[in-house]
């Protein structure tokens, strides 16, 4: 059942309410290849407790994202939805794969670097070894594309890196995956420092538009953007403001950044900003509104985990059975 297609992978964290980041750059593209392939697209609970988490918190975001990926239009029947660690298998290749990562690799991550930097009271292993895990989580089900925004680069290259090195030491074990990086929508920024990306877990709210925001907040926020003492409504160096406004209002409307430019040539930022935010507004409402839906029916949500889970763990364990073969762990004899 499983050679018939190829496969795509892809996580994300219940750390926080997700922004226009997460579903421009990885969501709202997930869809698209669920006839295709065979789509496995997971909670990353256990990669959320490398950063400190309070337990209700992580649970209620975890329903959250699940019913997320439905509100974005994954259909459980035909993609693989499920939590993270559901699935045992991703804590047990994680491991194997921690052993054949190298601490200078680890050490060269920039997502390490920022995390530490932001939680410089709990640098845990988990937070340096959260590329083996994630490398497990795309290697054990032989995917082939993985769909992800540009920040999670470099973290693919390792995954693909650890395959390959695997693959070398024990004979073809692991597909070796492709990233999927969209053009547009792949590096959303923080509406209040440009030069940063747009982050779930920022602390100033103004920086972040969250999916789930209402219509009054999504343009507020727009309307305090940081921008730049210029007057023109062009993308390019020294306007990183204007560049990611244009760019989020391109992602919403289809048009092309010179469209955009042309149909604003003239115009002042203030219209401009109100433009993009009600444009994003208005794209995102029924998500909401679907959203709103799926909580309401904790059941059913609770029954898309299981069968989630259950499909999953039936991959997963094809993948472990041979990775301990070939690495010569014991099996056990019934
Ligand atoms: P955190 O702030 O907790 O690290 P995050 O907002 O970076 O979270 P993740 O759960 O790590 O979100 O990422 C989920 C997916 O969203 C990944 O594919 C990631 O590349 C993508 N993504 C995250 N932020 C952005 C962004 N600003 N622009 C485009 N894609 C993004
Ligand atoms: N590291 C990713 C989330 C993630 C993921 C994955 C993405 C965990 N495992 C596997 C794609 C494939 C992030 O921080 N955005």
């Known amino acids: 059942m499983y050679n018939d297609k190829k496969v795509v992978f892809s996580g994300v964290q219940p750390s926080g309410n997700l922004t226009i980041g997460n579903y421009l750059g990885a969501i709202r593209n997930f869809s698209a290849f669920s006839e295709e392939y065979h789509c496995y697209y997971c909670v990353v609970d256990m990669h959320a407790i490398t950063v400190r988490q309070i337990p209700a918190e992580l649970r209620k975001r975890t329903y959250e994202t699940l019913a997320l990926y439905m509100a974005c239009g994954l259909d459980p029947q035909k993609n693989t939805l499920f939590v993270q660690s559901h699935v045992p298998q991703h804590a047990e290749l994680g491991w194997i794969l921690d052993c054949y990562t190298m601490f200078g690799e680890l050490s060269r991550m920039t997502q390490f670097k920022d995390k530490s930097a932001k939680n410089a009271d709990n640098i845990?292993?988990?937070?340096?070894?959260?590329?083996?895990?994630?490398?497990?989580d795309i290697l054990l089900y032989q995917t082939e594309l993985v769909p992800v925004g540009s920040d999670q680069k470099q973290h693919l290259e390792l995954a693909r890196d650890i395959a390959n090195r695997f693959n070398q030491i024990y004979g073809e074990t692991f597909v070796v995956p492709d990233g999927y990086i969209t053009k547009d929508g792949a590096r959303i920024m923080s509406l209040q420092e440009p030069a940063k990306k747009m982050s779930k877990s920022d602390a100033n709210e103004n920086a972040v538009v969250r999916i789930l925001d209402s219509k009054d907040d999504i343009i507020k926020k727009f309307k305090r953007a940081v921008t730049d003492s210029g007057n023109e409504i062009i993308h390019g160096e020294g306007k990183e403001g204007i560049t990611n406004l244009l760019?989020?209002?391109?992602?919403?409307?289809?048009?092309?950044?010179?469209?955009?430019?042309?149909?604003?040539?003239?115009?002042?930022?203030?219209?401009?900003?109100?433009?993009?935010?009600?444009?994003?507004?208005?794209?995102?409402?029924?998500?909401?509104?679907?959203?709103?839906?799926?909580?309401?029916?904790?059941?059913?949500?609770?029954?898309?985990?299981?069968?989630?889970?259950?499909?999953?763990?039936?991959?997963?364990?094809?993948?472990?059975?041979?990775?301990?073969?070939?690495?010569?762990?014991?099996?056990?004899?019934?």
Not at 124 to 136: E, H, I, K, R, V
Not at 251 to 280: D, H, P, S
Not at 292 to 306: P, T, W
């Open 247 to 334: 760019n989020i209002y391109t992602c919403f409307t289809g048009k092309t950044i010179e469209e955009a430019e042309k149909e604003f040539a003239g115009k002042g930022y203030g219209e401009f900003k109100l433009a993009v935010g009600e444009v994003c507004a208005d794209s995102l409402a029924p998500v909401r509104d679907e959203f709103a839906r799926l909580m309401a029916d904790k059941a059913y949500l609770e029954q898309v985990m299981a069968q989630g889970a259950e499909s999953a763990y039936r991959h997963a364990r094809r993948t472990m059975s041979k990775v301990r073969r070939k690495i010569g762990f014991t099996e056990l004899k019934h």
């Open 124 to 136: 845990n292993a988990g937070l340096f070894t959260y590329p083996s895990l994630m490398a497990a």
